[in-house]
């Protein structure tokens, strides 16, 4: 039973068999969400280093706790403490390296539409040699001649992929938005308690962006100062309400009948987030009073203690993070990557609603799996792909510049430190901001852009 299961392995690692988890009790898993969740974790690994390097803490207890750590620096040519293997500029090379990966495997799969061929088999297994080639890619960054230029570069290279992420994150939302809605209005028909439903979530969406925006008034504005913040608020709370009102008006229910309010509450909620967020971000204001300089428009959350920033900071990055791995992963499913079009509204027929419907799978189950004593493996590919090879690197590719970005601090990169990730910055503030404006747009865009062309979207 040990050596089928040590051999598969083994083939999983070094052939170009489907890779399981080797152990008899783990639920089936296809062939093709293996191969993500493999791809997945290389961008974890990868990601993981960087917060390493970009931490001061670590970089101290790795100097105190690694015995002879200075003169290991120095063999490896590392300069004093290894500080070129911290910073800024260690992870943007290490991110390079990563992107340069995902970007060589998107254009070795281009135009693959069957998992037979050798490019698919490429793909699918060598996991070994791949995560060598990784590691050597990543390495290669440090060795990179005249690395200024290189750095100055590959910053505007790593904001440019960084914004394009956001538009395919926006973009997502507003699919999912459609999707949910959707989904539950083709419940109705069958059993009424759909609506109730509809409206329970509504009402609770709804409530959670009002009550969102009432705690921002409260804790970000000041009757002396923060005149950015009471504009913001104002402006994105007011096209919430535009969205909302455009959702349900009869031009737009004439030639889209299944928009409806629950779209525009997710929309609200996500863009309350948003807004929390960059005003979160932005850098602290002061106004003299009494004679002394006092900082308003921060909410009290912090006792004073360093345990506390830290499990805040260690929280909000793990959130980060896990929001951008899904997005990479849900991205490339066959029906989310319908999102980089325009929205169409064509229910399939056979549309059945569901508490659960994102996790509705897109394909048929599959007869022909394999055991090798271990994880049964299913081969759900065997007609033909069923997502896009190329497009899932592409967008690994992004995001490993919007890692990059997001933990250098965008453009305030010379101070940045992981432990600060949540601190403010204009530059991070401008770019929530307007994350919050193309997302309004985007779903305002699919509201009104089938009466603009009626004839695209007729059944």
Not at 20 to 40: D, E, H, N, V, W
Not at 48 to 54: A, D, G, K, L, P
Not at 177 to 197: E, L
Not at 275 to 296: D, Q
Request: contains cysteine; positive net charge; hydrophobic residues 45%.
């Amino acid at each position: 039973m040990c050596a089928p299961c040590c051999l598969s392995q083994l083939a999983c690692c070094c052939g170009s068999a489907a890779c399981s988890l080797c152990c008899g009790c783990c639920p089936k898993i296809k062939q093709s969400t293996s191969t993500r969740f493999m791809y997945a974790l290389f961008f974890m690994l990868a990601t993981v280093t960087c917060v390493i390097m970009m931490s001061p803490t670590v970089e101290t207890a790795m100097r105190e706790n690694i015995p002879f750590y200075n003169e290991m620096c120095k063999k490896l040519n590392a300069g004093e403490n290894c500080s070129t293997l911290v910073g800024y500029s260690a992870v943007y090379k290490v991110c390079f390296g990563m992107a340069c990966f995902f970007f060589l495997f998107s254009v070795l799969t281009i135009r693959v539409r069957t998992s037979t061929g050798c490019r698919a088999a490429v793909h699918n297994g060598f996991w070994f040699f791949k995560f060598v080639a990784l590691l050597a890619c990543c390495a290669g960054g440090f060795f990179l001649p005249n690395q200024d230029k290189f750095l100055e570069v590959w910053r505007y290279v790593g904001a440019f992929g960084g914004f394009l992420f956001i538009i395919i994150q926006l973009m997502l939302l507003v699919q999912f938005a459609h999707r949910w809605n959707q989904n539950w209005s083709s419940g109705v028909k069958y059993n009424k308690i759909w609506y109730a439903a509809l409206a329970l979530v509504t009402l609770v969406l709804f409530s959670v962006a009002v009550g969102a925006l009432v705690f921002m008034i409260m804790f970000y504005t000041d009757s002396e100062a923060c005149f950015l913040n009471k504009l913001f608020l104002g402006v994105n709370g007011g096209l919430c309400f535009v969205v909302s009102l455009l959702a349900i008006s009869p031009c737009i229910q004439t030639f889209q009948p299944t928009s409806g309010l629950l779209q525009s509450a997710v929309i609200s909620v996500y863009v309350m987030y948003l807004t929390f967020s960059a005003l979160a971000s932005k850098p602290v204001e002061m106004v003299e009073r009494n004679g002394k300089n006092v900082t308003v428009c921060v909410f009290p959350y912090k006792s004073g203690l360093q345990s506390d920033t830290n499990i805040v900071t260690g929280v909000g990055t793990a959130i980060l993070f896990g929001c951008i791995l899904y997005s990479c992963l849900i991205s490339t499913t066959k029906r989310s990557s319908t999102a980089l079009q325009v929205y169409r509204n064509d229910m399939p027929e056979n549309e059945r609603a569901r508490c659960c419907f994102c996790c509705a799978d897109d394909t048929e189950d599959y007869d022909d799996e394999k055991t090798a004593g271990g994880q049964n493996v299913k081969y759900d590919e065997r007609d033909g792909t069923i997502y896009s090879y190329c497009y899932f690197h592409f967008v690994f590719f992004l995001g490993s510049l919007y890692v990059m970005m997001t933990v250098t601090n965008w453009f305030h990169y010379e101070n940045a430190k992981i432990e600060r990730l949540l601190e403010g910055s204009w530059s991070v503030f401008w770019i929530k901001m307007a994350s919050c404006w193309v997302c309004l747009f985007l779903y305002m865009w699919t509201l009104v852009v089938p009466m603009l062309f009626p004839k695209r979207f007729q059944a």
